[in-house]
């Protein structure tokens, strides 16, 4: 097994994290389900600068490299995951946990009251996932309407609605 580490992104690492969320968005296009989706559609370098910016970016090391990051945003008293990846190579071995672990424990000590995300819902490493890490879906989206937001907005980017949901941690 290899060692692994996390800390606070930089700005310089923004230029890296492209590329790892191309690798891991590749085991999305093997699904039959997802056929006809674009994974390759990935956030630009300015676009996780900008995250980074936010002070709630965290990134995994290994290997002397970058192979994993969780970008968040906060929105109120809510601090929203708009991405987690891993690099294909560097998964199966607790790094996605590591980086949730890690955002929970950084959105407590910041006073947020929740942390949110999107996700796909019966993809085995989404939604079941958060969930065993303390995530529920959001079944009432009349009462998250920056949630349904974020749901119709990737509709409009071309993931289907039936496949995607909101869920939500409440910080204790």
Known sequence: MTDWSLRLARRDDAAHLPGIERSASALFAQNPELAGID???????????????????LVSSADEKIVGFLAAEPHRRELHICEMSVDANYQQMGIGAG?????????????????TLTTFRDIPWNAAFYARLGFAEVSDLDAHPRLA???ASEETNGLPRSLRCAMIYFID
């Open 99 to 115: 980086l949730l672990r890690a955002c929970m424990i950084d959105a407590r000590n910041s006073g947020f009251s929740a942390l």
């Open 39 to 57: 994974f390759s559609d990935v956030s630009s370098v300015a676009q996780h600068e900008a995250l980074i910016a936010k002070g709630h970016s």
């Open 149 to 151: 937001g974020e749901l």
